[in-house]
């Protein structure tokens, strides 16, 4: 029977990288995405361990902490905490309050995610492997795209690593840039068929870069997604103005939502080009 793994996680993009990566391999991942509702959860679904964010809505993971070591049927399962904060202060609060591990986003992947799952409930020895039965299990799906060039500017390495996972996996020939000097560097000698555009990236920001691509005729026709946790009225409508063909706000969308933004920007832009002038 597969080990059963709670994730209390209200940002829905990360709730699904973990809730993908967990069930491929081998465990039976449920979402909840605010602390009373894990909690709730947690109680009737017993789980052998629990993925837990502290900033949540309706009760923060600490919280959920105190209340699951006062009920004693939950007591004992194991929490690792994910979190955006690494202070010491909260790491050791976390702690005493029976986390058995403490991961922040900022530096992690999904495979150190799944090996910290497999110390905690399988052991190395017994966890199921991505060689073993739990890979064949995976259901495999049409690609949607056929070797398109996608050039992903994020200077994040762990959100960075989960698009670029998702986009490969989805058959895009993938290029990767951390900042702005990487973006220009690259487009000397390679031409992507889109880019997928942070905005708070360091040495130059993705408004300038954005403003460079589309005043220079050798890249000005390469459509452009900004992808940003900004997202006031202001900043959107300067990267439309801009030249962007959308905006997206990294907190309200999943990976698959960014990967069909992706191709409907390539279908349009495959329809322009087709377009008689």
């Not at 990566?21 to 709730?40: D, F, H, P, R, V």
């Not at 690259?186 to 992507?192: D, F, K, V």
């Not at 997206?248 to 087709?274: G, Y």
Request: charged share 30%; aromatic share 4%; net charge negative.
């Amino acid at each position: 029977m597969s080990k059963k793994i709670l994730i209390i996680e209200d940002d829905p993009f990360l709730g699904e990288v973990l809730v993908q990566k967990l069930s491929i391999s081998g465990y039976e991942a449920t979402l909840s995405q605010n602390g009373a509702e894990g909690l709730k959860k947690m109680r009737e679904m017993k789980p052998d361990l629990v993925l837990l964010d502290i900033l949540l809505p309706r009760m923060n993971g600490y919280e959920v902490m105190e209340e699951k070591m006062k009920d004693a049927a939950i007591a004992s399962i194991p929490i690792i905490i994910i979190s955006n904060s690494g202070q010491p202060v909260e790491i050791s609060r976390a702690l005493s309050l029976g986390a058995k591990d403490y991961l922040i986003k900022a530096s992690f992947n999904p495979d150190e995610v799944l090996a910290k799952v497999r110390k905690q409930i399988d052991g190395a020895e017994n966890a199921p492997t991505a060689n073993g039965e739990h890979k064949n299990s995976e259901k495999k799906s049409a690609k949607l795209f056929s070797g398109e060039k996608i050039l992903l500017v994020e200077d994040d390495l762990f959100l960075g690593d989960i698009i670029s996972r998702k986009l490969i996996s989805e058959g895009l020939d993938f290029i990767r840039a951390g900042d702005g000097e990487e973006v220009f560097k690259i487009l000397q000698t390679q031409t992507p068929d889109i880019i997928l555009l942070d905005i708070l990236l360091p040495i130059m920001d993705g408004f300038e870069i954005l403003e460079k691509l589309k005043a220079d005729p050798r890249w000005k026709a390469i459509p452009v997604i900004l992808f940003s946790n900004l997202s006031q009225k202001s900043e959107i409508e300067r990267g439309m103005k801009l030249g962007a063909a959308r905006f997206v706000v990294k907190v309200s969308m999943t990976p698959s939502e960014i990967v069909e933004e992706v191709r409907h920007v390539l279908l349009e832009a495959k329809a322009a080009k087709a377009a008689p002038a």
